[in-house]
């Protein structure tokens, strides 16, 4: 049974850095691609980064890019996503999410229960 497993959100302040981990279990971490999505309340889930078996990176914008950083350790089967310079737009519940392919636009396969990152002004 495969399980997707987030931490580390919470309530932070505007301006404050928080990273996100993801422990996998029941795959094989090292041959998916991990990714980071968000949805904040009364909109669409939204795709923030992905990282590919290989340590191959991409980000939905040069924005998120800025501030976000996602890494994996496949000793540890777990997915990170640091964030730093949070501003209350980026109140949302993160998930991350797991697809045996690296080809861009194809689903992913499992999901994360998600955690909630909450930003005050």
């Known amino acids: 049974q495969v399980q997707l497993v987030e931490s580390g959100g919470g309530l932070v302040q505007a301006g404050d850095s928080l990273r996100l981990s993801c422990a996998a279990s029941?795959?094989?971490?090292?041959?998916?691609?991990m990714g980071w999505f968000r949805q904040a309340p009364g909109k669409e889930r939204e795709f923030l980064a992905r990282i590919t078996w290989s340590g191959g990176t991409t980000y939905a914008s040069d924005a998120v890019k800025g501030r976000f950083t996602i890494s994996r350790d496949n000793a540890k089967n777990t997915v990170y996503l640091q964030m730093s310079s949070l501003k209350p737009d980026d109140t949302a519940v993160y998930y991350c999410?797991?697809?045996?392919?690296?080809?861009?636009?194809?689903?992913?396969?499992?999901w994360g229960q998600g955690t909630q990152v909450t930003v005050s002004s």
């Open positions: 999410a797991a697809r045996r392919t690296s080809l861009p636009g194809r689903p992913y396969d499992y």
């Open positions: 029941g795959l094989t971490f090292s041959r998916y691609t």
